[in-house]
C-alpha cells in the first residue's frame, strides 16, 4: 500500500514541539515532502536531520514568525522555490491564553489576535495564492474546542479561536471552485508542554521533570472527557493526515472536533 501522502508536499507552522511536530513525524512517515516551519532553529533542523535519517532528503526548516504576514508569504515562496509546488498547509503555530473581560488590554489583544487569527488569515492568503495557480491543496487550520464552549479557554483565546473556526468556513467556499478544501481541526484538552509553560518552558526543565508532569497532566485530562485517556498530539496529527491526503477530498468548510466527547459533557452553563 502507497503512503498516504507520497508526492504531496505540506508546510506545518508550530512544527517544532507539541501537535505541530507529532504531524511532522506523521507525514513524514506517510511520504510528503515537507516544510518544518516554526521560530527555534535548533529544534527546526534537529527534526528535519532525524526525519532525513529516516525517510530521505526531502525535508527543509525555514524559520518563521507567524504574526507577519511578510514572513508567511515567504515561507509560502520557500516552499515553492525548493519543491515546486504547495499541496497542503496547515496552520498550526498558536500559544494558550488565559483572561477574562476585564483584563484585556490593547497589548494583549494586538498579540492574541496577531498569533491566532492573523497568522491563518496570512497563511491561508498566500497558500491560496499558489494553490490556485497550480493543482489546488488542502488548508488546515488549528481552532479549538474554545470555539464551540465557554470555560474551554481564556477570553481571548476562545474569540480568536471561534474566529478561525468561522473564516475556516468562509474560506473553504471562496476557495473549493478552485479545488482548494478549506478545514479546521478543534482540538480538546491535548496533553502537551503548553500546560506548563510550552516549548520554551520544557526546555529549561530536566527529562525526569518534564516526564513527570506529563504524566500528571495526561492523568487529570483522562478525567475530564468520556473517554478514558488524554488527548495525544499524534490524536490531533492523524486527523491532519486524513485531511491533507486524498481520502479526504470531498470534505470542505469544516471544523472537526478531536476532544475524546468532552465538548458533550458541557452545555453553555458550565
Known sequence: MSARLSGKTA???GATSGIGEATARIFAAQGAQLVIAGRSTERGEALVQELKTKYGDHFM???VNVIHEQEMADLVDACVDHFGKLDCLFN??????RSSV????EESFDRVMRLLVGSVVFGMKHAARVMKAGHGGSIINNASIAAHRINQGGYLYSGAKAAVSHMTRLAGVELGPHNIRVNAISPGAIATPIFWGGSARAQILS???NAAKM????GNLANATPTPRSGLPEDIAYTALFLASDEGSYINCQDIVVDGGRIAMFNEKS
Open 11 to 13: 508546510i506545518i507552522t
Open 102 to 105: 476585564e483584563e484585556v488590554s
Open 215 to 218: 504524566a500528571k497532566l495526561q
Open 61 to 63: 526548516f525555514h524559520q
Open 92 to 97: 498550526n503555530a498558536g500559544a494558550g491564553e
Open 207 to 209: 527529562e525526569q521533570e
